[in-house]
C-alpha cells in the first residue's frame, strides 16, 4: 500500500466498523475507530440477530470470532412461527438439529464480543464526529463534538443511517417507509409473561391482521422477548392522535384502540412492557444506492445501503463489508485500489437485496387477505446460505 502507513479512520464502531478493525489488525494494518459512544454498553444496542452462513458468518470466519460467535449464538432461535390476529398460526418453522445457517445473538453480545477483540485502545469511544472535510489528494481531516480532531488517509463510514461521512459521497438520505415500529420489552418472561413466552416460543413471531398492522416477538438471551407493534402510518403520528410519547398510559390507550380486533392473547403485548413504549419509524435510503469513486473515503453497513429490517440482511452485509474491505485495504497496492475493488463488489451485491427488503416491508404491512405463498420457505433459505457460503469460499480460493 501507498503511503507505507497509511492513516486509516474507521468511523462507527458498530458490527461493521469493528469487523473491518478486526480483520485490518489480523493484517497487520493499524486503524482507528471513533464513535459517539462513551462505552461498548453505553446505551442499549436493540434486539437479536441471526448470523447468515453466507454473509456474517463468513465476515466472522475472516475475523477469527466464528467461534466465540457459536458459543454465544441460540440456533433455537431460527424458530418461526406466523400468526394471524385470532391467534390462528398460519405457518411454522422448527430448525433442524444441527441447523446453523442464521443462529441469533443479541445485538449488544455480539458488539461486546467485536470490541473485545481488537487490539487495546483502537476504539476512541465519546468521538461524536461533526465535520468530515478534505484536504486533497485523498485526505480527511475529522472534526468531533468532544474538541478533538483527526486526520486520515482513508476515512471508512460506519456510522449507520444518519452517517456524517457519507454526504462526501452522495447527497441520498434516508426516507421514512411509511411503516413505525413500537418496541416494547418484557423481562424473565417465562414467569412474569407466560402467554407471551407462549407465542414467541424460542424464536420469533410474526402476527399480521392484512390491514396495514402487526405484532412481531422475537426471543433474545436472559429470558428476554422484544416486541415491535408495528403500523403503517405517518411519520406523525403521536402528534395527529394527540398521544405523549412520555406518558405509557396515554400509548396503551392508543394501541388497545388500533389492535381492537385482536384476540385476547395478544393484550399483553400492548399492555405490559416492561419499561414503556419507544417510537422507531423504519427509514431506508433510496435503493439501489450507487457514488462515484472517490479518492480516501467509502462506507460500509448502514451508512451505504439502509434497508428494511425484513430479510435480516442488513447487519449481515454490514459485516461482510467490513471484512471484505479490510481484505482489499490489505492486499491492494494502494488505498484508492483497494477502495475501487472493494465498491465494485459491495454496490451491485447490496442494491438488489436492499430493494428487496423494501419491498418485503411493504408486502407484510399491505391491506390484503392471508397467502400462504408469502411465507418465506425457511428450510430452502437455509439451504440456500448454506450453499452460497460454499459458493463464496470457492471464489476466495480461485481469486
Known amino acids: 500500500m501507498t503511503p507505507t502507513n497509511p492513516r486509516i479512520a474507521v468511523v462507527g464502531a458498530g458490527p461493521a466498523g469493528l469487523v473491518?478493525?478486526?480483520v485490518l489488525q489480523r493484517h497487520g494494518v493499524e486503524v482507528a475507530v471513533y464513535d459517539a459512544d462513551a462505552s461498548v454498553d453505553a446505551r442499549d444496542a436493540g434486539g437479536t440477530l441471526d448470523l447468515h452462513a453466507d454473509s456474517g458468518q463468513i465476515a466472522l470466519e475472516d475475523a477469527?470470532?466464528?467461534?466465540?460467535?457459536?458459543?454465544?449464538?441460540?440456533?433455537?432461535?431460527?424458530?418461526?412461527?406466523?400468526?394471524?390476529?385470532?391467534?390462528?398460526?398460519?405457518?411454522?418453522?422448527?430448525?433442524?438439529?444441527?441447523d446453523t445457517a442464521a443462529p441469533e445473538i443479541d445485538r449488544g453480545q455480539l458488539r461486546t464480543m467485536l470490541a473485545a477483540n481488537v487490539a487495546p485502545d483502537t476504539v476512541r469511544w465519546g468521538h461524536k464526529l461533526v465535520a468530515a472535510t478534505p484536504l486533497g489528494e485523498g485526505t480527511h481531516r475529522l472534526e468531533f463534538a468532544n474538541?478533538?480532531?483527526?486526520?486520515?488517509?482513508?476515512?471508512?463510514?460506519?456510522?449507520?443511517?444518519?452517517?456524517?461521512?457519507?454526504?462526501?459521497?452522495?447527497?441520498?438520505?434516508?426516507?421514512y417507509s411509511g411503516v413505525t415500529f413500537i418496541d416494547v420489552n418484557f423481562e424473565d418472561v417465562d414467569h412474569r409473561h407466560p402467554q407471551i413466552a407462549r407465542l414467541v416460543r424460542h424464536g420469533h413471531m410474526f402476527a399480521n391482521d392484512g390491514d396495514g398492522r402487526a405484532i412481531i416477538g422475537q426471543r433474545n438471551s436472559n429470558g428476554q422477548v422484544r416486541g415491535y407493534l408495528g403500523l403503517r402510518t405517518d411519520l406523525d403520528w403521536h402528534v395527529r392522535a394527540g398521544v405523549d410519547?412520555?406518558?405509557?398510559?396515554?400509548?396503551?390507550?392508543?394501541?388497545?384502540?388500533?389492535?381492537?380486533?385482536?384476540?385476547?392473547?395478544?393484550?399483553?403485548?400492548?399492555?405490559d412492557s416492561?419499561?414503556?413504549?419507544?417510537?422507531?419509524?423504519?427509514?431506508?435510503?433510496?435503493?439501489?444506492?450507487?457514488?462515484?469513486?472517490?479518492?480516501?473515503?467509502?462506507?460500509?453497513?448502514?451508512?451505504?445501503?439502509?434497508?428494511?429490517p425484513f430479510g435480516g440482511h442488513g447487519a449481515n452485509l454490514a459485516m461482510l463489508d467490513g471484512a471484505e474491505l479490510a481484505a482489499a485495504i490489505a492486499e491492494e497496492a494502494t488505498i484508492d485500489a483497494a477502495i475501487t475493488r472493494y465498491e465494485s463488489v459491495?454496490?451491485?451485491?447490496?442494491?438488489?437485496?436492499?430493494?428487496?427488503?423494501?419491498?418485503?416491508?411493504?408486502?407484510?404491512?399491505?391491506?390484503?387477505?392471508?397467502?400462504?405463498a408469502d411465507v418465506p420457505d425457511h428450510g430452502a433459505e437455509h439451504q440456500r446460505y448454506q450453499e452460497n457460503a460454499a459458493a463464496y469460499r470457492r471464489r476466495q480460493v480461485s481469486r
Not at 380486533?261 to 403485548?269: R, V
Not at 416492561?274 to 448502514?302: M, S
Not at 459491495?346 to 400462504?372: C, H, I, Q, Y
Request: aromatic share 8%.
Open 20 to 22: 473491518c478493525a478486526r
Open 64 to 98: 477469527d470470532l466464528l467461534p466465540a460467535f457459536m458459543a454465544l449464538a441460540r440456533p433455537e432461535g431460527q424458530d418461526k412461527s406466523s400468526l394471524d390476529q385470532h391467534g390462528t398460526v398460519l405457518a411454522s418453522f422448527v430448525a433442524d438439529d444441527g
Open 147 to 175: 474538541g478533538t480532531h483527526a486526520e486520515a488517509d482513508l476515512v471508512i463510514g460506519a456510522d449507520g443511517a444518519w452517517s456524517r461521512v457519507r454526504p462526501l459521497l452522495s447527497d441520498a438520505t434516508p426516507r
Open 245 to 271: 410519547l412520555d406518558d405509557p398510559a396515554a400509548v396503551q390507550r392508543f394501541l388497545r384502540k388500533e389492535f381492537s380486533g385482536w384476540a385476547d392473547q395478544f393484550l399483553p403485548f400492548l399492555t
Open 274 to 308: 416492561d419499561g414503556g413504549y419507544r417510537n422507531r419509524p423504519l427509514h431506508a435510503l433510496p435503493a439501489p444506492l450507487t457514488w462515484p469513486h472517490t479518492p480516501g473515503v467509502t462506507l460500509l453497513g448502514d451508512a451505504a445501503h439502509l434497508m428494511s
Open 346 to 372: 459491495l454496490l451491485p451485491r447490496s442494491g438488489p437485496l436492499a430493494v428487496g427488503a423494501n419491498e418485503a416491508l411493504d408486502d407484510f404491512f399491505a391491506t390484503k387477505a392471508f397467502d400462504p
